[in-house]
């Protein structure tokens, strides 16, 4: 059975967020699904150690390892956030900088990812836009987001909810069934970052330095190839043909 993890940014597990999640949920078929919070865990904020440079992770000791698993395990990641003063809330962005190496390392190897937001009235592109970009820093393959607000009262139209969660269910179900992607966005990415690591790369094997995100690039191999599309298909397989005409066909 395939696996859902959503990471809902929200204090209130039973808030506008937490409904919106909860109607997606429900129009999914056959998926093991976890719901976490971040105060689910204990995570320090980031320290600035620069550890990341020394080995592929933090050195932190806190609960950041049980979550990351959680991420790494699931088939489908779903990141949610209400509006805090146009941006993710506190704690979600501690999250985020604690999790920095992965946008450094495309640590999520093609993921699907679904990112929601519910909001007041606006403000949502500060959280759909910066948060879709941080993910496909990390290497997650953003196939779909979506906003809920109070004004107009989206949270509460059941015609908007089951039409919306629909959809995404629907987005849900066709990537959950193929092997990790890339997308144009990822290999943006993924090309001046190559370009960086191997330049980093022959900078600590001269002067003999450790370098964590240096190691995890040369460890995965994807310093061999000159995109990320074919370093996916190398390790995790290649989308049938029939696969990606129904997806263009959607």
């Not at 999790?99 to 759909?128: E, M, Y």
Request: proline share 4%; net charge neutral; with cysteine.
């Amino acid at each position: 059975m395939k696996k859902i993890f959503i990471l809902n940014g929200s204090r209130r597990k039973k808030g506008n967020t937490a409904k919106f999640i909860s109607y997606v949920i429900n129009k999914l078929e056959d998926f093991e699904v976890e719901i976490a919070h971040p105060q689910d865990f204990f995570i320090k904020s980031c320290t600035g150690c620069n550890c990341i440079f020394i080995r592929p992770g933090c050195s932190l000791k806190d609960d950041l390892q049980i979550l990351e698993d959680k991420i790494l395990a699931s088939d489908v990641l779903i990141l949610a956030s209400p509006v805090y003063f146009h941006y993710v809330t506190g704690e979600f962005k501690i999250i985020l900088d604690r999790l920095s190496w992965w946008a450094h390392t495309f640590r999520l190897q093609g993921k699907p990812v679904v990112i929601l937001s519910t909001c007041a009235n606006n403000g949502h592109d500060t959280v759909i836009n910066p948060l879709s970009k941080a993910v496909t820093f990390m290497g997650g393959n953003v196939i779909t987001t979506a906003n809920a607000s109070l004004i107009p009262n989206q949270i509460d139209d059941l015609e908007w909810l089951n039409e919306t969660s629909t959809q995404i269910a629907k987005k849900i179900q066709e990537y959950a069934s193929l092997p990790p992607q890339s997308n144009v966005f990822i290999e943006k990415a993924f090309s001046p970052m190559k370009t960086r690591m191997k330049e980093n790369s022959d900078y600590s094997r001269k002067h003999n330095i450790t370098n964590g995100e240096v190691r995890f690039w040369e460890e995965s191999d994807m310093l061999d190839f000159n995109d990320f599309s074919s370093y996916l298909k190398s390790r995790y397989g290649e989308v049938k043909v029939d696969d990606v005409e129904k997806l263009l066909s959607d």
